[in-house]
């Protein structure tokens, strides 16, 4: 845009003949999921917080993606590269619509609706095939509503949409060698699916103009839609009149909390007696009314005696990638890097520590299995929170490296798991919200957070781990992050598995 250039106009004509902000798809689908998230995106966008490192992951992923998809076709061509001018993306986009060729980011606008398409290819004399690209590994109902609401922008544009395609992640690829896009992408007829739901779109558009026209934002109330598809930027600001101990919080009861807040019930306390709940459910709103952690003793001291010494404490961190890093992986397979091992000879001994840190760009696994086998003891138990999660990882290695198979065996006879006795609330103490997870259990139990650790969660452990390995960045903040990597598994703090479990790629 040159110096002279006035800025593009950001309005057109919406359905009712009013003026207004261009829709995209991705506003519809925000649209689609609550109308307060829409209205803020054009009326309030300073109140809706920018991504966070893990969605933003995602989000570079997902771009990752991508860039592999249009390996599949050599002779495509991109549309407006880097522009973002409506007027600009769009002419650019009738002049390569001549050419017959398959266009990337091609931008089309029509009665209010704007989107950029993936992947078009010609079919036909005329026609064309919508190709949308997606980092996951399986089609999901939201990438249904996301192509007919593009082929219901590009027909009224003009043209004739024959096929819409979508193109994800296949889950059964093993990378060998460099990544080869033909196994590693999978592409799925949805244009009966996508038709389903064209026929809808006009009226969804016309009403979602009449949100974002609105004078004031919509009131709408929390539900199950906060989180579906996505969890909604506006979640804190939308939840945030809920006690620390509401009802939400309930283990596994999702739907019985939203019935309670439907009936003016808000906090744990407040649930009347004869509700309908668990037995742990129950404990829950026990310990809300009085403030005392339930325990049970006679539980804890059979978990406790089943320890033997030497006993050791065993964490791991890991990381999974939409692409995969190395042979012998799947997409999203989760890769430990980095594990903390404090191991305590006797009781009243202190904890002797070892830890291992990836470095560098090769697979760490044979490495990862190498250390632990020579530092864990030979005998005695074997702590984890969440063992299922750490027994996974430790399998899938040594099906990559046989030789470790047999030593697994014994270790997984000798693992205990920290979680059961959290989970089946045998200890549930004010502040655990329903959870059981390291994160609630800790500040809970111990009064001990992650607050003073460099890095406090093993989802940014493995964002840093692969910006500072597998970007370009200085050796001295390389270094420097590794140094703080220490930190979060410090004697006492642990890594948190269940929310670590599943990797946030996997969108």
């Known amino acids: 845009m040159s110096q002279n250039q006035k800025p593009e106009s950001n309005l057109t004509t919406a359905p009712d003949g009013a003026r207004a902000p261009y829709l995209s798809k991705s506003k519809f689908l925000s649209g689609l999921q609550c109308h307060k998230l829409l209205w803020h995106a054009y009326n309030a966008k300073d109140k809706i917080p920018p991504p966070d490192a893990q969605t933003q992951a995602v989000f570079d992923q997902g771009h990752e993606v991508g860039r592999l998809a249009k390996k599949l076709f050599p002779e495509g061509i991109a549309v407006g590269q880097g522009g973002t001018a409506l007027a600009e993306t769009t002419r650019l986009t009738k002049e ?3 050419l017959r060729k398959p266009l990337f980011e091609a931008a089309f606008a029509a009665e209010g609706g704007y989107c950029r398409v993936d992947i078009l290819t010609p079919v036909g004399r005329g026609d064309w095939d919508i190709v949308e ?10 990438h249904l509503h996301d192509l007919a609401f593009q082929s219901w922008v590009v027909s009224r544009a003009g043209l004739g949409i024959a096929a819409c395609r979508l193109m994800h992640i296949n889950p059964d690829y093993v990378r060998q060698g460099p990544v080869d896009p033909q196994k590693f992408l999978v592409i799925q007829d949805v244009t009966q699916q996508a038709h389903e739901l064209f026929h809808g779109i006009e009226d969804k558009v016309s009403d979602q103009f009449k949100v974002i026209r609105q004078p004031g934002c919509p009131e709408i109330v929390i539900g199950p839609h906060c989180d579906d598809p996505y969890e909604c930027p506006l979640h804190y600001q939308c939840w945030s009149f809920l006690p620390p101990d509401n009802v939400l919080t309930l283990y596994r009861g999702a739907k019985k909390g939203f019935k309670l807040l439907a009936d003016g019930i808000f906090g744990i306390k407040d649930i009347p007696d004869g ?17 005392k952690p339930p325990v049970s003793k006679d539980a804890i001291r059979s978990f406790l005696g089943q320890l033997e010494y030497p006993v050791s404490y065993l964490d791991f961190e890991t990381f999974g990638t939409a692409i995969p890093l190395f042979d012998r992986t799947r997409p999203y397979e989760q890769v430990p890097f980095q594990f903390s091992l404090h191991v305590v000879g006797s009781p009243g001994n202190q904890p002797k520590h070892h830890m291992f840190l990836a470095d560098g760009r090769v697979d760490p696994r044979h490495e990862f299995l190498q250390q632990l086998r020579d530092w864990l003891p030979d005998a005695g138990s074997i702590v984890v929170y969440n063992a299922a999660f750490e027994l996974g990882r430790l399998k899938e290695c040594c099906q990559l490296n046989p030789d470790f198979k047999l030593w697994l065996t014994g270790v997984e006879a000798r693992m205990v798991d920290l979680l059961k006795p959290f989970r089946a609330f045998r200890y549930y103490a004010p502040g655990q919200k329903g959870s059981a997870s390291m994160k609630a259990v800790l500040p809970a139990l111990a009064g001990r957070s992650y607050d003073d650790l460099a890095i406090r969660e093993g989802g940014t452990a493995s964002l840093e781990f692969l910006r500072v390995h597998f970007a370009d960045v200085p050796d001295a903040e390389r270094q ?3 140094r703080g990597a220490g930190g979060i598994l410090r004697p006492g703090h642990g890594g948190d598995d269940l929310d670590r479990g599943g990797s946030a790629a996997a969108g």
């Open 275 to 291: 509700f309908p709940m668990t037995e742990n459910q129950d404990i829950q709103r026990r310990v809300a009314m009085s403030g």
């Open 96 to 98: 390569a619509l001549k």
């Open 133 to 142: 690209v997606k980092s996951t590994t399986s089609v999901k109902d939201v």
């Open 480 to 482: 420097r992050v590794r």
